[in-house]
């Protein structure tokens, strides 16, 4: 079965920058679109970015510039780069693996915690 596996969250302050990478098994990792969503406490979870299969990026208005995601099909890993992390960026971050056949099947790791903070 599909899973997901997030690590590389953790404590940085304003600022500063963190690397979450996200660990895909039991799938044809190429064929899936592939997305960073959070969840802030009290928030709904919203879309962070989004890759493509063939690599197009897409961004929330809140992380462009600063945010960058990426995917290694070889070792089968997403990746979201952050920089100049703020504190309102402070969530649980997920990985999504999206995949459209005749419906659409949508994968979620379990998440890791970001907190910036001084």
């Known amino acids: 079965q599909v899973q997901l596996v997030e690590s590389g969250g953790g404590l940085v302050q304003p600022g500063g920058s963190l690397r979450l990478s996200c660990a895909a098994s039991g799938m044809r990792f190429s064929d899936y679109r592939m997305g960073w969503y959070r969840q802030a406490s009290g928030k709904q979870r919203e879309l962070v970015a989004a890759?493509?299969?063939?690599?197009?990026?897409t961004y929330a208005d809140s992380v462009k510039g600063r945010f960058t995601i990426s995917r290694d099909n070889v070792k089968s890993t997403l990746y979201l780069q952050m920089n100049s992390l703020k504190p309102e960026d402070t969530a649980v971050y997920y990985c999504?693996?999206?995949?459209?056949?005749?419906?659409?099947?949508?994968?979620w790791g379990q998440g890791t915690q970001v907190t910036v903070s001084s």
């Open positions: 890759i493509s299969s063939g690599g197009i990026t």
């Open positions: 999504t693996a999206e995949i459209r056949t005749t419906v659409t099947s949508v994968y």
